[in-house]
């Protein structure tokens, strides 16, 4: 008898175990809103939203102000200046408390996109351009700005109002159109007696000049799979003169885009490009954590304009960053170049207007000296007005956003960056840089896969 | 279990019933958190839920496609790999320290601390990023064989080596598993011992054929918790690796957790969930059933 209890008692012991377990696992996979519909029609979104509301009203009652959520992404300066300028307003605004929520960029699309799903996004909140379209395809499922009056739009070209518009509404504020530039370590380069180059001739020559004179460690450019892939476009917009994606389709024929993975595979032949298994072997998420481009091992990066400083502030005090001139070797150059980012309400919070109230102090008000050029040169025209006034219109990002904007004849796809292609982990894009890099796939099948991956997303 | 169904007064009842009391908040978080998903990842395997465009159809295409999507394939072949190669190195490494620290050695406290404080660590995202500081490029690891003229490999982007420091990160927190081994080892009869040695049985002879036919219950026990928790590995390799190199150490919770929250096909990651959850039912079921061949139960024959 006794034998038989212990038996059970084990099995059940371990049954539960399994079952407890699994069950935790399970919980990760199923949402507790069922309401997250494309459609967040009145009754779908109800139930939260006014649970929301009341919850945010007890609050305001209680204490007589209101609380409002805010997010963002960023490296640490762009905290520290948001931070100071959340301070600055809840000073000069008694009323009003401001929760901050904010991390660096990786992980971030994931736990954003949990929170729309889940109707438990922040007040105001920065999303990246493509979003927009990811989360909100029909339009609604963010606030329209146009209807805060709180909130000044006319201070923004209507050609990016446009950009942030689907179906008529306007999702986000554009707060700034960023660029990719191309920037080098003047230290390393002359380290290695070498001019910064000023054409893919000069790049692919710095390759083994790098490996001889300094080390099989130094290499003139460093570019993880996304910068590969915005290395590629810039060369196939420039050589073909044809923009990367029209009429959602991927521009270019097999053979033209078999050509730009063959330059692709010369920068890592000629030793100007670490592959991949290198760069992943360096242990770090990002090009500003990587301690071979902070000491100037990796004496190059091709870099959105907008977020350049933080690269800057990485890199060790002997080293310095320039921008480059865009290679125009094969044709007129054509970068990549986009609205870095936007800033959105949410349509369940209970303090819209309060949220434009600080999205106008932010971008068109007081709050725009505090920001600077953390996230990018702004786009509204108050806010150059200031920054210029103050002299604060200068230095690296502001020139290298100057410059991208005027190698940019041609439009980006809002799905350039959709997470099935971009993502660091699942995405297309990796997956065929790592095919080029680890396994030397033929270019001709890289081509292939890249314009059938891309033209899938564009046909959703 | 008694005639009270009978006889029971209003105080009867109270007095069978009041433990349901004591567990009813347990019972509440359990349904609400785990019997609600639980149930609702069922249901939510058999449609096309994704995140932002609600459902569309019902049917078995989602384990269709978890059995001929040769992703997810090559998800649960790694998983299979990661946990045949975590457990039994974990389960040889706790019992190996427990037999020591079971020893009469000055300062054995001390020792038995010290080895179970990574244990107490747990899955903890610190960790996670301390092993990557170690096994990068030119962290300490390459470092150390750099001494030794060793030119170390790329720990985290070489496939094989990717995931094997992913089960040394699990292997290293061996300390819980150790303290179950030791609480065994130590109610094992000093008598058998005794007499062994007096038969002239070595230390070798006498852990084969004392020690581990008299554990074995609690080597069962330790085999079905690791494995659970091995194919349900997370932390380690979404931090360390982020699935990478090549996919080599994306395990399925892995994928689950691409497929949920960046692919937002929730339909698929619960079907996946489900089958990783009845290959455990079957490992475990088959470790059940197994127990009798190998397993010594001390009050089997009186």
């Not at chain 1, 519909?37 to 006014?50: K, L, M, Q, V, Y």
């Not at chain 1, 605004?93 to 729309?116: H, L, R």
């Not at chain 1, 993502?423 to 790592?434: K, T």
């Amino acid at each position: 008898m006794k034998k038989m209890m212990t038996k059970i008692l084990a099995g059940g012991l371990a049954a539960s175990m399994v079952m407890g377990l699994a069950a935790c696992g399970g919980s990760t996979k199923a949402p507790e809103t069922t309401a997250a519909g494309a459609e967040p029609t009145e009754a779908a979104g109800a139930e939260p939203t006014e649970a929301a509301k009341a919850a945010a009203e007890t609050v305001a009652s209680a204490n007589g102000d209101v609380t409002l959520r805010i997010s963002w992404w960023g490296g640490d300066s762009r905290h520290n200046a948001t931070l100071k300028m959340l301070d600055e307003y809840m000073a000069a605004n008694p009323g009003i408390k401001v929760e901050s929520e904010y991390g660096a960029w990786s992980g971030w699309q994931d736990k954003i996109a949990t929170q729309i799903a889940g109707n438990s996004e922040p007040d105001l909140f920065q999303t990246n351009w493509n979003w927009l379209w990811q989360f909100s395809a029909d339009g609604t499922r963010f606030a329209d700005i146009k209807e805060l009056s709180d909130f000044d739009l006319s201070q923004y070209d209507q050609s990016l109002v446009d950009l942030m518009t689907i179906n008529g509404h306007v999702l986000g504020v554009p707060v700034s159109s960023t660029g990719r530039v191309f920037y080098w370590n003047k230290a390393t380069f002359e380290k290695a007696g070498l001019e910064v180059p000023k054409s893919f001739a000069d790049i692919l020559a710095a390759g083994p000049i790098f490996q001889e004179k300094l080390g099989e460690d130094y290499y003139p450019l460093a570019a993880g799979t996304y910068d590969l892939t915005i290395l590629l476009t810039y060369y196939m917009q420039e050589k073909y003169g044809k923009q990367w994606i029209e009429n959602g389709e991927l521009n270019y024929t097999v053979d033209e885009l078999a050509d730009g993975f063959d330059f692709l595979k010369s920068l890592e032949d000629n030793h100007v490009i670490p592959t991949q298994e290198k760069l992943t072997g360096d242990g770090a998420d990002s090009l500003d954590k990587n301690p071979n481009f902070i000491d100037g091992h990796y004496a190059g990066v091709v870099e959105w304009d907008s977020s350049i400083k933080k690269l800057v502030d990485a890199l060790d005090d002997e080293q310095e960053l320039v921008i480059g001139e865009y290679p125009a070797d094969y044709g007129t150059p054509a970068t990549v170049y986009k609205v870095s980012m936007g800033f959105a309400v949410s349509p369940n919070s209970a303090h819209k207007e309060e949220a434009a109230k600080l999205l106008e102090y932010m971008f068109n008000g007081d709050g725009v000296e505090t920001l600077g050029l953390e996230r990018g040169v702004p786009a509204s025209h108050k806010a150059q007005e200031k920054l210029e006034a103050t002299g604060a219109l200068e230095g690296l990002t502001y020139e290298a956003n100057k410059t991208a904007a005027a190698h940019a004849p041609f439009q980006l796809s809002p799905y350039y960056e959709d997470a099935a292609l971009k993502d660091d982990a699942e995405g297309a894009y990796q997956e065929i840089m790592n095919d080029m890099s680890y396994d030397d796939v033929d270019s001709k099948e890289l081509a292939q896969s890249l314009i059938d991956a891309v033209n899938e997303v564009e046909s959703k | 279990m008694s005639n009270s169904g009978t006889t029971s007064s209003p105080n009867n009842f109270w007095k069978e019933n009041k433990g349901f009391v004591f567990i009813f908040p347990w019972l509440v978080g359990f349904l609400v958190f785990k019997g609600y998903p639980f149930l609702s990842s069922l249901i939510y395997s058999f449609s096309d839920y994704s995140l932002f465009e609600g459902i569309s159809k019902w049917g078995i295409f989602n384990y269709i496609e978890v059995f001929t999507n040769k992703k997810i394939q090559t998800g649960f072949i790694i998983t299979f790999k990661y946990a045949f190669m975590t457990v039994p190195l974990k389960l040889i490494f706790a019992l190996f320290v427990a037999y020591i620290l079971n020893f009469k050695i000055k300062g054995v406290k001390m020792f038995r601390t010290v080895y179970y404080i990574p244990s107490i660590l747990g899955s903890s995202v610190a960790i996670a990023v301390l092993w990557k500081a170690i096994f990068k490029d030119d962290g300490i690891i390459n470092m150390l064989l750099g001494f030794f003229g060793i030119a170390g490999p790329h720990w985290l982007s070489n496939k094989t080596a990717a995931l094997f420091i992913i089960c040394l990160l699990r292997v290293w927190q061996f300390g819980s598993t150790m303290v179950i081994f030791l609480a065994a080892l130590k109610g094992v009869s000093p008598d058998l011992y005794e007499a062994a040695s007096l038969d002239g049985a070595g230390k070798w002879r006498q852990f084969f054929t004392i020690t581990v036919p008299m554990i074995t219950p609690v080597i069962f026990y330790n085999l079905v918790t690791q494995l659970v928790q091995a194919f349900q590995e997370f932390n380690g390799p979404y931090i360390i690796t982020a699935g990478g190199p090549r996919g080599a150490t994306t395990l399925v919770s892995l994928l689950i957790y691409n497929n949920a929250f960046k692919k937002y096909a929730m339909g698929l990651a619960s079907s996946q969930a489900w089958v990783l959850f009845i290959i455990l039912m079957i490992f475990t079921a088959i470790l059940q059933y197994s127990q009798k061949h190998w397993v010594y139960y001390s009050d089997e024959e009186a």
